[in-house]
C-alpha cells in the first residue's frame, strides 16, 4: 500500500507552471526527500501535499484517500514549516497541544501524549517557556513536538533545518531520522541540501523546473544517475561530465566521479593525459583540478598535496564506474564501457 | 570643549522645546489646578483661596451629574463599537479581495474629513421631514416623524453614530498594520491542525492584536471625553443638556458663563478620570498582552 501517490500533479500561476506533471509514490514508513534546486518546485509539491496550494490539474493520494479536494485538517497529516510557525502567545506545551485542543480531545489524553512528546525531544524542562525565550534548535524540537503529537501517519517538514547551524544541523539530522524509524511514520522532507537527502532518504525525489528528474534509493541516484543534471547535483564534489570524442564517440557525454579517478604519473602507461591546474587540500584527501585537452576534471584523490599547477599526469578509472549520457537530451546512456585504461589519448 | 560648556551646549539645545512645552502646557496645567482652589476673580473681586470650595460645589452641580454620566454613556456606547468595527474591517481588507486598495481607503475617509464638515453632513441626515434618515424612516417606511436631535431620549445616541463612524476607519489602520505583521504561516498550520477560521482568529489572531486593542483603547477612552466638535455643530449640548459632554460642559462654564475656577475644577476632574482610566487599562491589560 502507497501511504502516498501524486499523480501527474500541475501547479500552474498564469502561464508558469510551478510544478509541471510531478508523478511519484512512497509506501508506507518511508522517508521521502523532495530534492532541487530552489525553484525547481520542491515546496510547491509539498504544499500541493499538504493542501495549502490547490491542484491546477492531477491527483493527490494519501492512504488510500484521494485527498485532492479535502482541506489540509481532513488529510490526516502533520506538518513543520521553515519558519516552523510557532504562535508567538502561546507557551510550549500550548504550542504543541493546539491541535489536540482544536479537535477537542480529552484532558487527560492531551496530558499524556504531550509528557510522552515532551520526553521523546527532551522538551521536558522547556513546557513553560514562549517560543521566544528558546533557541532556534528548541523552537526546531518544539515544531517537531506539535507535528508528532498529532500521530498522523504521514508529516511533511520544508526545509525544517535551513535556519540551524551546521553542527546543529547534523544532530537533528540524524534524530529526525531516528524518531521517523522508531515512530514508523511516512514523512515527505524537503531540501535543497543533497547531504541531507543522501543521509536521510529511504527515497528521493529529484526535481528541476516542475519536473522529475529522478526518482530513487539515494544509491540509485549515486551510482545511475539518469540524467546529466542528476549526476551533476549529486555527491561533492559534483560529478565530472565532459565531452570526450575520443572516447566515447560523437553526440556521447561522459561522466566520471571525482572520487572513481585514480592519478597515475606521467611515465606510467594507460589513462588520459592531463595537466593539474591547482590543488585543494581538505586533509583526509584533495581535490585536484585538472584539465584534459579542452574539459576540465576534478579529482579526489589522497596524498597528494605534493602536485603543483603544470604537473602532467595520467588519468584513469574503471570501466564500471563510467557513465555515459546523450548530449542532447542528458538522459543516461547505456552501454558496455571499455576501461579508459585502454586508451591512450 | 570642557565639561562645563558640553553642558550649556546641551541645555541650549533642549531650551527652545522646554520653553513651549513648559509655557503650553506644563504651566497651564499647573496653574488650572491651582485656579480650582481660588475664587472666580472679577472686576472689583480679586480671586480669594476657597480650598476645596469648588469641588464641592460640583458635587451639588445637577448639570455636572448629569453630563458625567451622558460621558458614561457615550463612552460605553462609542469605544466597544468602534473597535469592534475596526477589527472587524481590517480583517476583511486584510484579506485576498478584488479593489481592497479602494475599500481601506474609503474606510479611512472618515478620519481625514474635518469633524466640522463630517458634522454638518449628519446634522442634514438626522433633520426632521427632509433629512435622510427621515426619507427613510417615513417616506419609504412609513413609520411616525421622529426629532431623532430634538429628543433628549435619542440625541445622545445619534451621536454615537457619528462618532463610531468617524473613529472605527482610523483604529483600523492600526489593526490593519498589526494584522500584516502576523506570518501567513501561522494560519497555514492552525488550518492543518485543524482549527477553523474563528479558531484561528479566537486563538491566535485576537490574542496577538491586543497590543494594538490596548493601545486604541487608550485612544477610544480619551477621545470620548475630548470629542466637542460635533456637538458645537450638531446639539450645542442639547436639548436640556442631553448631549452634553463633560469637555462641552467645561467650555460652557469657562468661556459662555466666564467662571473660570469652577471650569478649572471640572478640568481637574476630567484630567483625574483620564489619568485614572489609563492606569487602569495598563495595569490590567497589560499583564495579559502579549508583545513580541
Given at each position: 500500500m502507497s501511504a502516498i501517490g501524486l499523480r501527474g500533479v500541475v501547479k500552474a500561476w498564469g502561464a508558469t507552471r510551478?510544478?509541471?506533471g510531478v508523478s511519484f509514490e512512497a509506501s508506507a514508513g518511508r522517508f521521502v526527500v523532495l530534492l532541487g534546486p530552489s525553484g525547481c518546485g520542491k515546496s510547491t509539491t509539498l504544499r500541493l501535499i499538504a493542501g495549502l496550494e490547490q491542484v491546477s490539474a492531477g491527483r493527490v493520494f494519501i492512504g488510500d484517500t484521494d485527498v485532492t479536494d479535502m482541506p489540509p485538517a481532513k488529510r490526516q497529516i502533520s506538518m513543520v514549516f521553515q519558519s516552523y510557525?510557532?504562535?508567538?502567545?502561546?507557551s510550549v506545551a500550548e504550542n504543541i497541544v493546539f491541535g489536540l485542543k482544536v479537535r477537542r480531545l480529552p484532558a487527560a489524553e492531551r496530558h499524556t501524549r504531550l509528557a510522552r512528546v515532551a520526553a521523546l525531544l527532551g522538551l521536558d524542562q522547556l513546557l513553560g517557556r514562549k517560543p521566544s525565550q528558546l533557541s532556534g534548535g528548541q523552537q526546531q524540537r518544539v515544531a517537531l513536538g506539535r507535528a508528532l503529537i498529532?500521530?498522523?501517519p504521514v508529516c511533511l517538514m520544508d526545509e525544517p533545518l535551513s535556519n540551524l547551524d551546521a553542527q546543529l544541523r547534523q544532530e537533528m539530522r540524524r534524530e529526525i531520522r531516528a524518531l521517523q524509524q522508531q515512530l514508523g511514520i511516512t514523512m515527505v522532507y524537503v531540501t535543497h541540501d543533497q547531504v541531507e537527502a543522501m543521509t536521510m532518504a529511504d527515497q528521493v525525489v529529484l526535481l528541476r523546473d516542475g519536473r522529475v528528474e529522478q526518482d530513487g534509493t539515494p544509491e540509485e541516484l549515486y551510482s545511475r544517475p539518469a540524467t546529466v543534471f542528476a549526476a551533476r547535483f549529486i555527491g561533492t564534489p559534483p560529478m565530472n561530465v565532459v565531452s570526450i570524442p575520443a572516447l566515447t564517440g560523437n553526440g556521447t557525454l561522459l561522466g566520471v566521479r571525482p572520487e572513481d579517478i585514480r592519478i597515475a604519473a606521467c611515465?606510467?602507461?594507460g589513462g588520459v593525459a592531463g595537466v593539474v591546474e591547482n590543488v585543494e587540500y581538505l586533509g583526509a584527501d584533495s581535490i585536484v583540478s585538472c584539465r584534459i585537452g579542452a574539459e576540465a576534471m576534478t579529482v579526489r584523490a589522497s596524498r597528494v598535496a605534493h602536485l603543483s599547477p603544470g604537473t602532467a599526469l595520467r588519468l584513469s578509472w574503471p570501466a564500471e564506474a563510467t557513465h555515459y549520457f546523450d548530449a542532447q537530451s542528458g538522459k543516461r546512456v547505456e552501454r558496455a564501457a571499455p576501461a579508459v585504461a585502454q586508451f591512450v589519448a | 570643549m570642557n565639561r562645563f560648556s558640553v553642558q550649556i551646549h546641551g541645555w541650549l539645545l533642549v531650551l527652545p522645546a522646554a520653553v513651549l512645552l513648559a509655557a503650553f502646557t506644563h504651566y497651564p496645567a499647573v496653574a488650572t489646578l491651582l485656579h480650582s482652589f481660588y475664587s472666580t476673580p472679577k472686576a472689583n473681586r480679586p480671586a480669594v483661596w476657597v480650598g476645596l470650595e469648588n469641588y464641592r460645589a460640583m458635587t451639588q452641580d445637577p448639570v455636572f451629574w448629569q453630563v458625567l454620566g451622558n460621558n458614561l454613556w457615550f463612552a460605553l456606547g462609542t469605544i466597544p463599537a468602534s473597535i469592534a468595527l475596526a477589527m472587524l474591517m481590517a480583517t476583511w481588507v486584510n484579506?485576498?479581495?478584488?479593489g481592497r486598495a479602494f475599500l481601506r481607503l474609503a474606510y479611512f475617509t472618515p478620519t481625514i474629513l474635518p469633524m466640522i464638515a463630517v458634522a454638518n453632513i449628519w446634522l442634514f441626515f438626522y433633520t426632521?421631514?427632509?433629512?435622510l434618515l427621515e426619507q427613510i424612516t417615513v417616506d419609504l417606511l412609513g413609520l411616525p416623524s421622529h426629532n431623532w436631535l430634538g429628543t433628549p431620549s435619542t440625541v445622545l445616541a445619534c451621536l454615537i453614530v457619528v462618532t463610531v463612524w468617524k473613529e472605527a476607519g482610523f483604529f483600523m489602520i492600526f489593526y490593519l498594520a498589526a494584522l500584516q505583521a502576523i506570518p501567513p504561516a501561522l494560519a497555514e498550520a492552525a488550518a492543518i491542525e485543524g482549527a477553523s477560521r474563528w479558531t484561528y482568529f479566537r486563538r491566535v489572531v485576537f490574542p496577538l492584536l491586543m497590543p494594538t486593542t490596548l493601545f486604541v483603547l487608550v485612544n477610544a477612552v480619551i477621545n470620548s471625553f475630548r470629542l466637542v466638535d460635533h456637538i458645537i455643530v450638531m446639539t450645542r449640548g442639547g436639548p436640556d443638556n442631553a448631549s452634553s459632554l463633560l469637555l462641552y460642559y467645561i467650555y460652557d462654564v469657562a468661556f459662555k458663563f466666564w467662571d473660570s475656577s469652577y471650569a478649572s475644577a471640572l478640568t481637574i476632574v476630567l484630567l483625574a478620570i483620564l489619568a485614572s482610566a489609563a492606569i487602569m487599562q495598563f495595569a490590567f491589560l497589560e499583564k495579559r498582552t502579549h508583545y513580541q
Open positions: 510551478a510544478v509541471d510557525a510557532l504562535f508567538p502567545h502561546l498529532a500521530e498522523t611515465g606510467a602507461g | 484579506g485576498k479581495l478584488h426632521p421631514t427632509y433629512g
